[in-house]
């Protein structure tokens, strides 16, 4: 929450406090913010140092997983195990440094860099050990970040382990990170390995299997990261990220689901209404804007379906896009009222989390 001194003089002309004990708590506010500049790096605030700490970081965690090369592989498994353990080694100390000259986020990203680099390692002991080193789809350690299969099941519960581990020791929400994407590679490979032994590979029965499944994990996905944001809502933010990749594989799997029935369309409809109402509810952004999408596909689908080929198809989309924007309106005029009525029906814990939420965001 940002506070300013007109917010005191406002509150001192309320009759709340007197002008001097504004005086006083202002000076004692600058002050403190004196005694302590470093503390918004510390924080997911966007500033230009925390924007060189996040570019720098993603470029060596990219550089480790999305764009590691086939020339890696010269090595062998038994090179790439060791030269992986070395980074993670390297990760680690540099973590601990950052600890210890109290810079929080270089601390957490060089701990997601060590977590990033467990798949790494893990593939390169298996076909050092020979386990699918032949394998189609599975031969190249790139192939985890794009070719769907069960064989990466066991890279995947090796860095969520040394997620959790990593996550114990330096309580750091950036590890979430990792930990998420792993989650929904999970989503995908898990499903190739769970399938029931009378489908057939490729055919329709698995593709609906695999959407369902996507759907079921990343709801238990969502549903993990509102217990990980209750638990936390007294200290930093860890559910972001399995918020944005739980719903990421909810919704993905959804909308894949399809249907040519008004009914499904509608039902879909009230689902993606269902995430802007818990959006705007637990003051999460993830909900809101999956759920905005989800609205105007099924929107734009059905002016589509039954105004096709005709001279009123533009003029219905036109009129359902300034509907859309009338509704923005009317949303941020009454989100306040709308969602604090909403909010007195609730526990207490959970009222007490969407409090932190709001003053975190300045709301």
């Given at each position: 929450m940002r506070i300013e001194r007109r917010h005191l003089e406002e509150a001192s002309d309320a009759g709340i406090v007197t002008r001097e004990q504004a005086d006083r708590l202002w000076a004692f506010l600058v002050e403190r913010v004196a005694a302590a500049p470093a503390a918004s790096e510390h924080g997911p605030r966007f500033t230009l140092t925390n924007v060189l700490y996040y570019l720098g970081g993603m470029l060596a965690?990219?550089?480790?997983?999305?764009?590691?090369?086939?020339?890696?592989?010269?090595?062998?498994?038994l090179g790439v195990f060791f030269i992986a353990l070395l980074y993670i080694g390297v990760a680690l100390l540099l973590a601990r440094r950052f600890e210890r000259q109290g810079l929080a986020i270089p601390m957490g990203i060089m701990a997601a860099l060590a977590v990033v680099l467990v798949p790494l390692a893990v593939w390169g002991l298996q076909h050092a050990l020979g386990l699918w080193a032949d394998a189609k789809g599975a031969e190249h350690y790139r192939q985890y970040h794009y070719v769907i299969d069960w064989r990466w099941v066991t890279l995947e519960l090796a860095t969520l382990l040394a997620g959790v581990l990593m996550l114990y020791r330096w309580q750091a929400p950036f590890l979430l990170m990792p930990v998420a994407v792993t989650l929904w590679y999970m989503s995908m490979d898990l499903a190739l390995l769970l399938l029931p032994?009378?489908?057939?590979?490729?055919?329709?029965?698995?593709?609906?299997?695999?959407?369902?499944?996507?759907?079921?994990?990343?709801?238990?996905?969502?549903?993990?990261?509102?217990?990980?944001?209750?638990?936390?809502?007294?200290?930093?933010?860890?559910?972001?990220?399995?918020?944005?990749?739980?719903?990421?594989?909810?919704?993905?799997?959804?909308?894949?689901?399809?249907?040519?029935?008004?009914?499904?369309?509608?039902?879909?409809?009230?689902?993606?209404?269902?995430?802007?109402?818990?959006?705007?509810?637990?003051?999460?952004?993830?909900?809101?804007?999956?759920?905005?999408?989800?609205?105007?596909?099924?929107?734009?689908?059905?002016?589509?379906?039954?105004?096709?080929?005709?001279?009123?198809?533009?003029?219905?989309?036109?009129?359902?896009?300034?509907?859309?924007?009338?509704?923005?309106?009317?949303?941020?005029?009454?989100?306040?009222?709308?969602?604090?009525?909403?909010?007195a029906l609730l526990p207490a814990d959970l009222r007490e989390l969407i409090a932190s939420r709001r003053a975190s965001l300045g709301r």
């Open positions: 965690i990219g550089a480790m997983s999305l764009f590691m090369t086939l020339g890696w592989e010269g090595f062998g498994g032994p009378d489908v057939k590979p490729w055919s329709e029965s698995e593709w609906l299997f695999r959407k369902w499944f996507s759907v079921a994990f990343g709801l238990v996905t969502v549903l993990v990261a509102f217990w990980v944001d209750l638990r936390s809502r007294r200290t930093l933010d860890y559910a972001f990220w399995l918020y944005l990749f739980g719903l990421l594989a909810f919704w993905g799997g959804l909308s894949s689901l399809g249907s040519d029935r008004l009914a499904g369309k509608l039902v879909y409809l009230a689902i993606n209404l269902g995430l802007v109402l818990i959006g705007a509810v637990l003051v999460r952004r993830a909900f809101t804007v999956f759920g905005a999408i989800g609205v105007a596909t099924v929107l734009a689908d059905i002016s589509w379906r039954y105004f096709k080929e005709s001279w009123l198809f533009p003029i219905a989309l036109t009129a359902i896009g300034l509907a859309v924007v009338y509704l923005g309106i009317w949303w941020n005029r009454n989100e306040t009222r709308f969602a604090r009525g909403l909010q």
